[in-house]
């Protein structure tokens, strides 16, 4: 019997760190708590001190700045849907 090919690839990585998954099977939340944990190892003012990784920083933080207007929109939504659901549910029940 064959083994299932994700099982022999597991089997391969038993003794290397484990096998990071690919972007798409990590949440959103993941990738934020990796890009954070980068950003603290490195000396970000010392990036900026230099005009071409500072050109570079400048990038990333206008995708920071998308991103959080992206997550405050989202968080707006999730809050009128809340809001919905708790007004309903505060309405007597009727006998």
């Known amino acids: 019997v064959r083994h299932h090919h994700a ?3 597991m089997k391969r990585f038993r003794n290397r760190k484990p096998a990071r998954r690919s972007s798409a099977e990590r949440s959103v939340e993941e990738v ?3 890009t954070l944990r980068m ?3 490195a000396d970000l ?3 900026a001190a230099n005009p071409v990784s500072r050109e570079a920083l400048q990038g990333v933080h206008s995708q920071a700045v998308k991103q959080v207007v992206e ?3 989202g968080l707006a ?3 009128q ?3 919905a659901y708790a007004s309903a549910l505060a309405t007597a029940v009727e006998a």
């Open 71 to 73: 997550f405050r929109r």
């Open 77 to 79: 939504l999730a809050e």
């Open 39 to 41: 950003i603290e190892r």
């Open 81 to 83: 849907i809340e809001q």
């Open 45 to 47: 003012k010392a990036l």
């Open 32 to 34: 934020m708590h990796d």
């Open 7 to 9: 099982e022999g690839r």
